[in-house]
């Protein structure tokens, strides 16, 4: 009886312990999917290939990574899907901090901006000649078409200033670059709320302290009730 008991009070925790261990080898393969969306590697010729060397970056697949001094934090900062027989491209968010992405000699028809959502790193970008550029042309520095290819070079920040207040940012916020033609607007110091009109400090307490009380009660609950239905010997 006392392994039954043991065995019942058991298996919560091994489900949570599964279901963490499956979130968390998903979220360890997001970044290297993007790297798998075509076959082969980075070629040292390449454009990308060439950038990542100059930049002491580690190639695997198609993407070049580069740790980061700061916090070690390895992420990808070129991606080089050129010559994949890609007809659209519809996610390419696990090389968000990409500074380079290269989908030149691709049967591509369109692509959406909001692919590009969120890319504020991305410095350069080389597509089809027939695909207009990441947010316009006017979201660059350079764009000139070479060689049947479209290159997009230096994206330009939307905000005013990056940093400071927006005129297209609701009033007591700050405008950000968000990628090509993007922007985000987030609350200045001490505002918070709708529009950020609230002032003063978010009440962390007051919203999350009665949620965090709930949680343990119900979980306390939860250990009695499962106590009971433990018969004795």
């Known amino acids: 009886m006392k392994m039954k008991a043991w065995c019942s009070q058991l298996k919560p925790v091994l489900l949570i312990l599964i279901f963490n261990l499956c979130f968390y080898a998903s979220f360890q393969l997001t970044e290297p999917q993007v790297c798998e969306l075509c076959g082969g590697t980075v070629l040292n010729g390449s454009v990308v290939g060439q950038f990542c060397a100059s930049s002491a970056g580690r190639v695997h697949g198609r993407c070049c990574f580069r740790n980061d001094n700061t916090s070690g934090h390895e992420h990808i900062i070129g991606l080089d899907l050129s010559n994949c027989s890609l007809a659209r491209v519809e996610d390419l968010q696990g090389a968000t901090e990409a500074l380079m992405i290269d989908l030149s000699l691709n049967p591509i028809v ?3 901006d909001t692919v590009f959502q ?3 790193e991305l410095n350069y970008v080389i597509l089809p000649q027939k695909i207009d550029c990441p947010g316009g042309n006017s979201s660059w520095e350079k764009v000139e078409v070479k060689e049947g290819n479209r290159l997009c070079e230096g994206q330009k920040d939307m905000c005013n ?3 400071q207040l927006s005129s297209e940012c609701p009033e007591n916020s700050l ?3 968000y990628g090509p033609g993007f922007f985000q607007c987030s609350c200045a110091d001490n505002y918070h709320g709708y529009k950020c009109l609230r002032e003063g400090t978010f009440p962390a307490l007051l919203v999350f302290g009665p949620l965090g009380a709930s949680t343990v009660v ?3 609950l939860l250990w009695v009730t499962q106590r009971r239905k433990v018969k004795p010997l």
Request: aromatic share 6%; proline share 7%.
């Open 218 to 220: 119900v979980s306390l």
């Open 161 to 163: 200033q990056t940093g």
């Open 118 to 120: 969120g890319f504020s």
């Open 175 to 177: 405008c950000a670059p």
């Open 110 to 112: 369109n692509i959406s």
